[in-house]
């Protein structure tokens, strides 16, 4: 069965650097999401992509995010200048249309320290 | 706005014993509902999801979940738990076209004793 894939599986990095967080959904999908689950919370929305461009953004995805579908395949995460309370599991998902359910890959852990 | 109510924050069940999960949902309109459960450190599984039609819905692993609309719930149910359930169950919502955010609950961790 396909799968959505995201790499790193973890990622450290020190506050105040880029982290680019890196996702390849289901080949044949046309939306896009990221999400973030902070250590015993709940996942939380925070951008929804389709037809490359940002169709909704959560309030936390301020500018210092932005998202980028660089080309056919990969669907990319980038924080500019982490904080510390950027530390969470973030997931990507990915869905084919409408009706259909969500994808979701296994996360990539960051850390900022 | 859209909520998603998961009011049992943990629970635990004896190996074999019956089990439901509860889950509330306020939108505007009936949304698409669907319930994820996840292992330590994984990703999120999806079990089932109600789209329409039949209120009983059959996922993976021997899970059900009713959608009772009167109720605005949609609890997840399993007859006899094995040790291999133990996990962090969350329910979400859609929204009404299928392709929007979804919104979860805040979950339910599960715990299976002998």
């Known amino acids: 069965e396909p799968e959505v894939t995201q790499t790193p599986s973890h990622q450290v990095t020190q506050m105040g650097q880029e982290v680019i967080l890196r996702c390849v959904p289901i080949?044949?999908?046309?939306?896009f999401y990221w999400y973030r689950q902070i250590l015993g919370q709940k996942v939380e929305f925070l951008v929804s992509?389709?037809?490359?461009?940002?169709?909704?953004k959560s309030e936390i995805f301020d500018d210092q995010f932005s998202v980028e579908r660089p080309d056919g395949s990969n669907f990319t995460l980038k924080i500019r200048s982490t904080k510390l309370e950027d530390s969470a599991m973030y997931f990507c998902?990915?869905?084919?249309?409408?009706?259909?359910?969500?994808?979701f890959g296994d996360g990539t852990r960051l850390s900022i320290l | 706005a859209q909520s998603v109510t998961q009011p049992d924050i943990h629970i635990t069940v004896s190996e074999g014993a019956s089990l439901e999960l509860r889950c509330n949902y306020s939108?505007?309109?009936?949304?698409?509902l669907f319930w994820y459960v996840q292992s330590p450190g994984q990703g999120l599984q999806l079990l089932l999801k109600?789209?329409?039609?039949?209120?009983l819905v059959q996922g993976i692993k021997g899970f059900e979940a009713e959608f009772k609309r009167s109720q605005s719930s949609f609890n997840l149910r399993k007859p006899s738990v094995h040790w291999s359930d133990a996990a962090e169950y969350f329910c979400?919502?859609?929204?009404?076209?299928?392709?929007?955010?979804?919104?979860f609950g805040t979950g339910t961790r599960l715990t299976i004793i002998p």
């Open positions: 998902a990915s869905v084919g249309g409408g009706g259909q359910p969500q994808h």
């Open positions: 080949s044949n999908h046309l939306y």
């Open positions: 992509f389709y037809n490359n461009e940002i169709s909704e």
């Open positions: 939108y505007g309109a009936t949304p698409y």
């Open positions: 109600y789209f329409s039609g039949d209120t």
């Open positions: 979400a919502g859609g929204g009404t076209f299928g392709n929007e955010k979804l919104t």
